[in-house]
């Protein structure tokens, strides 16, 4: 607009500087996009349990829980955090076992039909059975059902903790070959999971 | 066509990822989706009106927010789950619990998003002139990305809840990340990096201007700042501000209302310097154009101020003449976003 000043180009690099650009960005999409993952796949996703270690669970404090699992259980640590949950595997037996926080206060069986839906989710194709009392090692009264797929057998087990805040969902799967496996690894769970604050 | 193609994609990664939740959930899904609906309408709105003399173009502040919401958001899950994953496995799930966001978010999150604000400069390159250019299709861009985080998170509560209440459990999501979070957010790291965008455009600017005058052997007067690197160390600090702006936010054991404070202060003052040096540098323009017998001085008036343009253009009553009119404050403006970028 000035007369006398050298103008800026109008916006825009030569085409070739484009390109260049373009390039760019293309090559940091697909760098974070495929390369991290690509990356992470190349590591090994397994970590051995120490035998009678506590896996504590949730928050720090009363609010949490714990489990113990016996020698030869492995733990994917890409697929576990000590707040929200773990996925464990022993042979052919794979565990999952998950915090829930719940939005009021519940008893075993308010929160079972969530969970029923939330098993849908993460397991298509595999059908949970009529839900039946169990006891935990602390004497907590839970929840458990069989599941069953095409090809897989197990349980899926839930315990809400004292103040009927938040829940541990225990589910255990296996071929449907080791469904007995699955069946042991269930009981030990259920039997070593302990509420801190049941303790008190 | 390569931009699209991401969206594309990110789209679909997202889509995949929560299909199956989003077929077990339908209702507490839709709610999910309803509650962003508010925040983009009005976010797109509010963030469009920062720039100062005029909005800007529509199509492409649309594809800012499409960009954010799909190549950036959908790109970001996949390479955060490979890098969280490679946290987890080589410092131990305790130490990824409670640094993983923060160490991972940042670096993958700001690279995806200034992706899209690099992008509209490469289609559209008079969109992007400078630093508050950036900034502007910077925080659109974070905006997009935002309302599809806000919904991912509330429906990964709803996994996190057992299922119980899912709607209630959608509700308070979306009240902690809007109404909490939401003026600290991603559009304020993205309009940061924007900038810096910005000021990587300005300098490429400068620099081929005197590569052309030296190449034209003109003599004459050289703009008041050449390329040196003052404009790629703004550039550089932009973005390191931008992810350490992500990590505070990502950061343990820090009250969420004091990373919002520190995020949306950060971002308010430099814009307001920002926008406080284009006006500056536009009224200049303005009046050495005056001055030059370029641009009549009622114009000159009018032109920076949106309502004092309304009010001319009002007063106007032949169609054809407002058209001019609105014609002649266009061009002008063109030209000041040019010269005072």
Redesign the interface.
């Known amino acids: ?14 085409p070739r ?2 390109l260049r ?2 390039l ?3 090559s ?2 697909v760098l ?9 796949a190349r ?3 397994s ?1 051995q349990v120490a035998a009678e270690a506590a896996l504590r669970i949730g928050p720090s404090g009363p609010n949490s829980a714990s489990v113990r699992v016996g020698p030869g259980w492995t ?1 994917r ?2 697929e ?5 949950g ?1 996925l464990l595997r022993h042979g052919a037996v794979t565990v999952s076992i ?7 206060t ?1 008893h075993a069986a ?2 079972w ?6 098993f ?3 397991n ?1 194709g595999i059908r949970l059975g009529t839900p039946a009392a169990v006891i935990s090692g602390q004497g907590l009264a839970g929840l458990s059902a069989t599941a069953t797929g095409a090809r897989t057998a197990g349980n899926m087990a ?1 315990f809400v903790g004292p103040p009927g805040t938040y ?1 541990i ?1 225990i589910v255990v799967l296996a071929p449907r070959y080791a469904r007995q496996v699955a069946a042991a690894a269930t009981l030990l769970l259920i039997r070593s999971l302990r509420f801190p604050a049941a303790a008190r | 066509m390569s931009a699209v193609l991401l969206c594309i994609f990110g789209a679909g990664v997202v889509i995949t990822e929560f299909a199956r939740l989003l077929l077990v959930f339908p209702q507490a899904g839709a709610l999910a989706v309803m509650l962003e609906l508010p925040l983009v309408l009005i976010g797109f709105a509010l963030l469009r009106r920062l720039r100062p003399t005029r909005a800007p173009a529509l199509p492409w502040s649309a594809a800012a927010v499409v960009w954010g919401a799909t190549a950036a958001a959908g790109c970001a899950l996949l390479a955060n789950q490979g890098l969280a994953g490679l946290w987890a496995k080589s410092e131990g799930v305790k130490f990824a619990s409670d640094w993983s966001a923060s160490l991972t978010a940042p670096l993958n999150e700001e690279l995806l998003k200034l992706c899209g604000v690099v992008m509209v400069a490469l289609a559209a390159p008079l969109a992007v002139n400078g630093p508050l250019d950036g900034l502007v299709y910077g925080a659109l861009t974070g905006l997009g990305f935002q309302a599809v985080e806000n919904v991912t998170y509330a429906l990964n509560a709803i996994l996190m809840s057992g299922g119980t209440s899912p709607d209630r459990v959608v509700l308070n999501s979306a009240l902690l990340r809007v109404g909490t979070a939401g003026l600290g957010s991603h559009w304020t790291m993205t309009a940061v990096a924007g900038a810096g965008a910005g000021y990587l455009i300005l300098h490429t600017r400068r620099r081929r201007l005197i590569r052309d005058a030296s190449r034209a052997g003109v003599t004459g007067r050289q703009p008041a700042a050449g390329p040196g690197y003052g404009l790629l160390v703004a550039a550089a600090a932009c973005l390191a501000a931008s992810l350490g702006m992500h990590l505070l936010f990502d950061a343990p054991a820090l009250a969420i209302e004091l990373k919002v404070a520190v995020n949306f202060a950060l971002v308010a003052i430099f814009y307001l310097l920002l926008s406080t040096a284009f006006l500056h540098r536009a009224r200049e323009s303005l009046a050495a154009a005056v001055a030059a017998g370029l641009v009549d001085a009622a114009d000159a008036a009018t032109v920076l101020s949106r309502r004092r343009r309304r009010r001319e253009l009002r007063q106007v009553h032949l169609p054809a003449d407002r058209d001019k009119l609105r014609e002649r404050q266009q061009d002008i403006l063109t030209e000041l976003d040019a010269e005072a970028a």
């Open positions: 607009m000035v007369a006398d000043q050298p103008r800026l180009p109008p916006g825009g690099a030569s500087a484009r650009w373009l760019i960005v293309v940091v999409m974070l996009t495929a390369g991290w993952p690509l990356l992470n590591v090994a996703d970590q733990m640590p890409a576990s955090d000590p707040r929200q773990y998950g915090y829930l926080t719940l939005t009021g519940y308010g929160i039909g969530g969970l029923r839906r939330v849908r989710v993460s298509p839930a829940a969902q």
